[in-house]
């Protein structure tokens, strides 16, 4: 039997311990530092809290969520931006009642917040209260779609000048794009941007030539946010274009008799457009029984008292115009003469037309017969040398015993 003196056995004894206490640091030290090196590499799986970032619409819904890791029933708290704490363990805290807690379990806690506002932006935070104190920042962003854009006219459009013309888009988030349109294609225009601190408002301004033609045209303006998802809020807007008045009087046909009634009307083009129409006779006053009503005149019983000439007058702001009517009543009884005097100026004509054809019958007839009696004298006088002696026997009253002789002139 070997004996052991104490001192030894107590070197050997501290040696064991000592041999124990390293076994004891190497089984703690390396799996932490292995689970150190883990999360270093991927420091989301080691962090026993993790919160998500929220997006949302203006007057929506956010859903803030909390994710645990390892919850061991340790208290739970939920702040605000302001750092006031909404929830204490599922517990509310603040008394507002947009904020609702909708879950809490050992892995996940979630509040609601209702109606949403831009003032509601900012960190929530996600705080787990162990040994050491955790916490994540849930981000909330809220964004703010455009309302329908609206048109302010900041020079009117008379003709022959121009139009200026401002969309405005007075709150969005982030800001609004605006863009002017006119048959498909787009109007260039000045934009302007204002920070109202966490909104934005923004205007367009255009200026175009204008006519006469341009009035009603459609003008649209656009705006364009990407939480519209693509679509677009359009203000329409019809160009009112001002310009001087037109006039036109519209008359009967035909002839107008005594007794007849007449209607004239007042066709008016103009903007805007003439209120008040002024008839008027040149150089006399209107007839007893003239009526006007709105843009029409009308005579009844007509009479070559009311013959002249009528004038129609309208104005507005921009200018004035006027058109006139030349009335002629005619006599029935001139108009029946006249008509029954055409067939004697044509029976007149027809006649006069006889007598010169016999007249010119006549001097070609007389020149024909002068030609054949001037012929016929130079054959009588030629033939008086042959017989001579016939015209000489007779007048000296020869005897017959020379014979009876027969001349043939």
Not at 26 to 33: R, S, T
Not at 391 to 401: I, K, T, W
């Amino acid at each position: 039997m070997t004996l052991i003196s104490p001192g030894k056995r107590n070197t050997q004894e501290d040696q064991r311990g000592i041999s124990t206490m390293a076994l004891s640091v190497w089984n703690y030290c390396v799996p932490l530092a292995i689970i150190t090196a883990a999360c270093l590499v991927n420091t989301a799986r080691c962090q026993a809290v993790q919160a998500e970032n929220v997006t949302v619409l203006e007057g929506g819904t956010a859903q803030i969520s909390c994710r645990l890791q390892n919850y061991d029933g340790s208290i739970v708290v939920i702040q605000n931006p302001r750092r006031q704490t909404l929830f204490f363990n599922g517990t509310r805290a603040l008394k507002d009642d947009r904020f609702q807690m909708v879950l809490f379990t050992q892995r996940l806690v979630r509040i609601t917040l209702t109606n949403v506002s831009v003032s509601d932006e900012g960190g929530y935070f996600c705080q787990l209260y162990t040994d050491a104190t955790h916490h994540q920042v849930a981000t909330l962003s809220v964004s703010v779609p455009p309302e329908t854009p609206t048109v302010e006219v900041k020079q009117e459009a008379v003709e022959g000048g121009e139009a200026e013309l401002t969309c405005v888009s007075p709150r969005s988030k982030p800001a609004t794009t605006l863009r002017w349109m006119r048959n498909s294609r787009e109007i260039p225009g000045v934009v302007s941007q204002q920070d109202n601190g966490k909104t934005f408002s923004v205007s367009s301004t255009i200026r175009i030539p204008v006519e006469r033609k341009d009035n009603g045209a459609a003008l649209n303006c656009e705006a364009i946010h990407p939480a519209l998802s693509g679509q677009k809020r359009v203000r329409h807007y019809r160009l009112d274009v001002y310009f001087a008045p037109t006039v036109r009087i519209v008359s009967p046909t035909g002839i107008l008799r005594e007794g007849d009634s007449l209607s004239l009307t007042c066709s008016i083009t103009g903007n805007p457009l003439p209120r008040d129409i002024l008839w008027s006779k040149i150089n006399d006053t209107l007839p007893e029984r003239a009526e006007i009503s709105g843009p029409t005149l009308q005579i009844s019983r007509l009479s070559q008292s009311h013959n002249g000439t009528y004038l129609c007058q309208a104005q507005n702001n921009y200018g004035r115009a006027a058109d006139h009517y030349t009335l002629l009543v005619y006599d029935p009884g001139a108009v029946v003469e006249t008509h029954s005097a055409v067939p004697y100026a044509v029976i007149g004509g027809v006649l006069a037309l006889l007598v010169f054809t016999v007249i010119c019958v006549l001097i070609v007839t007389i020149w024909c017969s002068v030609r054949q009696k001037g012929s016929y004298l130079t054959h009588e006088a030629s033939g008086l040398d042959e017989h001579g002696e016939v015209q000489e026997a007779f007048l000296n009253g020869n005897d017959a015993s020379q014979g009876k002789k027969e001349y043939l002139l």
